[in-house]
Nanobody, 122 residues
């Protein structure tokens, strides 16, 4: 069983910054691809940024140049540094893990965090 615990959301003015963290815990394992998704009010969930175990990164076009994703493989933790925030970044942000490695075994499951609210005021 894998649990994802997010932190770092909150209220910030436009142009400000926030840093989200997500720690994956549970049985001894190594996380596969980790990422952040968001769901704005009244809209569908969308990908924000993902990072593989070897550091390959993908960003949504809307956040390129403003957001930065990183991870600490020793702690199965992923971070999202959000700069130059805009009101349209307001959403519930969810941490995601796709696949875990436990010893020589790979489990292609997917896990989600509980979500953390990010609100950007104009």
């Amino acid at each position: 069983q894998v649990q994802l615990v997010e932190s770092g959301g909150g209220l910030v003015q436009a142009g400000g910054s926030l840093r989200l963290s997500c720690a994956a815990s549970g049985s001894i394992f190594s996380a596969g691809t980790m990422g952040w998704y968001r769901q704005p009010p009244g809209k569908q969930r969308e990908s924000v940024a993902t990072i593989t175990r070897d550091g390959t990164i993908n960003y949504a076009d809307s956040v390129k140049g403003r957001f930065s994703i990183s991870r600490d493989n020793t702690k199965n933790t992923v971070f999202l540094q959000m700069n130059s925030l805009k009101p349209e970044d307001t959403a519930v942000y969810y941490c995601n893990v796709k696949g875990i490695y436990s010893g020589t075994l790979y489990y292609p499951n997917e896990w989600w965090g509980q979500g953390t609210q990010v609100t950007v005021s104009s």
